[in-house]
């Protein structure tokens, strides 16, 4: 059960450089999260999707751009990575809601890509 | 704006002791509380799913509560274990907005031997 893969686990980058971090998931949930930790702040929503080709905003987007071409994959590319950037990247993904009354699926995370800003 | 804290920020108690971690949310208008652990560099692992219709939820010596309309819960872990140290997160999903949880900061747990 391979569930959801993250990579890389570690990425040191420069200030400006383009960087993309990696999501797939086995298991065709239709929903795809991409969440931030920080110290100090937790866990935040930077972007999700609730399919291929629907993507939209969380709490902290800027900075951030996401794509889903595929159901499996959804990578999250920092067009010019900045040391605010700096955190621990997480991917999540959710079954979808069965209908009215049942928004109950659990979340499942990824192991995480620590991202270092230089 | 929903925000979530957790109480104790850490804790430390001797093996065989039962506990309680707290998490209060500010918006009762919620589909449901999550309850997470996290070991330290890895993901986050699901716990219980209580949802908003549930007064509790239980799964071996792991027992969470709800009170919507005074937005708390709690999670009770009995008989605690070594291997129940670490880092455990409340998550709520709000109605409306954007999706996905809203998170608080966390209880950091260590279950002396």
């Known amino acids: 059960d391979a569930g959801i893969t993250q990579s890389p686990r570690y990425k040191i980058t420069e200030t400006g450089r383009q960087v993309t971090l990696m999501c797939h998931q086995t298991?065709?949930?239709?929903?795809m999260f991409w969440y931030r930790q920080d110290l100090g702040h937790g866990l935040r929503l930077i972007y999700y999707s609730a399919a291929a080709d629907i993507t939209d905003k969380g709490e902290v987007p800027d900075g951030y751009v996401v794509s889903r071409s595929k159901t499996e994959n959804f990578p999250l590319t920092l067009e010019s990575a900045t040391r605010s950037q700096t955190s621990v990247y997480f991917c999540a993904t959710r079954r979808p809601d069965r209908g009215r009354g049942s928004y109950n699926s659990p979340l499942h995370f990824g192991n995480g890509t620590r991202l270092t800003v230089t | 704006k929903q925000e979530v804290t957790q109480i104790p920020a850490a804790l430390s108690v001797p093996e065989g002791e039962n506990l309680v971690l707290n998490c209060s949310f500010t918006?009762?208008?919620?589909?449901?509380l999550q309850w997470f652990r996290q070991d330290p560099g890895k993901g986050l692992t699901s716990l219980l799913l209580?949802?908003?219709?549930?007064r509790e939820q239980t799964s071996g010596r792991l027992n969470a509560s709800l009170d919507k309309s005074s937005g708390r819960s709690t999670l009770y872990i009995a008989a605690s274990q070594p291997g129940d140290s670490a880092t455990y997160l409340c998550?709520?999903?709000?109605?409306?907005?954007?999706?996905?949880?809203?998170f608080g900061k966390g209880t950091h747990l260590i279950i002396q031997p």
């Open positions: 918006d009762s208008a919620i589909y449901n």
């Open positions: 298991w065709s949930h239709s929903y």
């Open positions: 209580i949802q908003s219709s549930q």
């Open positions: 998550a709520v999903r709000r109605r409306g907005g954007a999706d996905g949880l809203t």
